[in-house]
């Protein structure tokens, strides 16, 4: 059975960092793709970054691009977020998701997902 398992939500102010992480356990060793998604109040879930080792590449939302970095840890089977220069645009609950295939922003194209972990920025 496999689990995502995120960690590091918490409440910071505009300008500040915070760092997400994602353990994944069980059948993880066919995962190409780990990827951060979120949803934002009253907004659609959408895709944040992923790492897809297929294509040996990273992607990022346009709107976190060189604010947020993520990097995956293959040994421990973990992925993480790094975000700085926080906004309070990006107040939302974020989730890790993983996938056999390439990253995808089609969320049903995720079979995997975490519980989410809450992210709050005030200004």
């Known amino acids: 059975q496999v689990q995502l398992v995120e960690s590091g939500g918490g409440s910071v102010q505009a300008g500040g960092s915070l760092r997400l992480s994602c353990v994944a356990s069980?059948?993880?060793?066919?995962?190409?793709?780990m990827a951060w998604f979120r949803q934002r109040p009253g907004k659609e879930r959408e895709e944040v970054a992923g790492?897809?080792?297929?294509?040996?590449?990273?992607v990022y939302e346009e709107s976190v691009r060189g604010r947020f970095t993520i990097s995956r840890d293959s040994s421990t089977n973990t992925i993480y977020l790094q975000m700085d220069s926080l906004t309070p645009e990006d107040t939302a609950v974020y989730f890790c998701?993983?996938?056999?295939?390439?990253?995808?922003?089609?969320?049903?194209?995720?079979?995997?997902w975490g519980q989410g972990t809450q992210v709050t920025v005030s200004s």
């Open positions: 069980g059948f993880t060793s066919s995962f190409n793709c």
């Open positions: 998701a993983a996938r056999e295939s390439s990253c995808s922003i089609i969320l049903s194209m995720y079979p995997y």
């Open positions: 790492a897809d080792s297929v294509r040996n590449s990273w």
